[in-house]
Protein backbone atom coordinates (compact mmCIF):
# COMPACT_ATOMS: atom_id res chain seq x y z
CA UNK A 1 0.00 0.00 0.00
CA UNK A 2 0.90 3.13 -1.03
CA UNK A 3 0.82 5.88 1.96
CA UNK A 4 -1.10 8.45 -0.81
CA UNK A 5 -3.99 5.29 -0.46
CA UNK A 6 -4.64 5.66 3.46
CA UNK A 7 -5.85 8.58 4.98
CA UNK A 8 -4.89 6.90 8.61
CA UNK A 9 -3.28 9.17 10.95
CA UNK A 10 -0.27 7.52 11.09
CA UNK A 11 0.49 7.59 7.03
CA UNK A 12 -0.49 11.60 7.31
CA UNK A 13 2.11 11.96 9.84
CA UNK A 14 4.82 9.87 7.61
CA UNK A 15 3.41 12.04 4.49
CA UNK A 16 4.16 15.78 6.97
CA UNK A 17 7.68 14.59 8.24
CA UNK A 18 9.16 13.19 4.74
CA UNK A 19 8.30 16.65 3.29
CA UNK A 20 11.65 18.10 4.71
CA UNK A 21 13.22 14.97 3.19
CA UNK A 22 16.33 16.65 1.58
CA UNK A 23 15.31 15.22 -2.31
CA UNK A 24 13.30 17.30 -4.20
CA UNK A 25 11.18 14.39 -5.95
CA UNK A 26 10.52 13.15 -2.72
CA UNK A 27 9.03 16.45 -1.53
CA UNK A 28 7.25 16.48 -4.82
CA UNK A 29 5.48 13.32 -4.54
CA UNK A 30 4.81 13.33 -0.95
CA UNK A 31 2.71 17.16 -1.08
CA UNK A 32 0.85 15.25 -4.15
CA UNK A 33 0.01 12.32 -2.13
CA UNK A 34 -1.45 15.01 0.51
CA UNK A 35 -3.39 16.98 -2.11
CA UNK A 36 -4.72 14.09 -3.05
CA UNK A 37 -5.67 12.88 0.35
CA UNK A 38 -7.39 15.92 1.18
CA UNK A 39 -9.24 15.64 -1.95
CA UNK A 40 -7.21 18.17 -4.06
CA UNK A 41 -5.98 17.37 -7.61
CA UNK A 42 -2.45 15.78 -7.25
CA UNK A 43 -0.78 18.42 -9.18
CA UNK A 44 2.28 20.31 -7.77
CA UNK A 45 2.00 22.20 -10.63
CA UNK A 46 -1.45 23.93 -10.16
CA UNK A 47 -0.56 25.58 -6.28
CA UNK A 48 2.59 28.21 -7.01
CA UNK A 49 2.24 29.14 -3.14
CA UNK A 50 3.59 24.98 -2.15
CA UNK A 51 5.61 24.67 -5.19
CA UNK A 52 7.55 27.95 -4.44
CA UNK A 53 8.26 26.38 -0.89
CA UNK A 54 9.37 22.52 -1.72
CA UNK A 55 11.67 23.53 -4.48
CA UNK A 56 15.65 23.31 -4.58
CA UNK A 57 17.84 25.73 -3.98
CA UNK A 58 19.80 26.63 -7.25
CA UNK A 59 23.34 25.29 -5.43
CA UNK A 60 24.40 23.36 -3.27
CA UNK A 61 22.53 21.52 -0.20
CA UNK A 62 19.37 22.68 1.56
CA UNK A 63 19.99 24.61 4.11
CA UNK A 64 17.87 24.92 7.68
CA UNK A 65 15.87 27.94 6.25
CA UNK A 66 14.97 25.93 3.40
CA UNK A 67 13.59 22.87 5.56
CA UNK A 68 11.58 25.18 7.10
CA UNK A 69 10.27 26.11 3.74
CA UNK A 70 9.66 22.57 3.23
CA UNK A 71 7.39 22.44 6.46
CA UNK A 72 5.68 25.81 5.46
CA UNK A 73 4.49 23.92 2.37
CA UNK A 74 2.31 21.59 4.06
CA UNK A 75 0.83 23.64 6.83
Known sequence: MHL???DSPEAVEALLEAVKDSDYLIRVHVCSSLLYLHGFKPDISLYED???NIITPEEGESS???YKK???AVN
Do not use: A, K, R
Request: overall charge negative.
Open 4 to 6: CES
Open 50 to 52: IFE
Open 64 to 66: EGD
Open 70 to 72: YEV
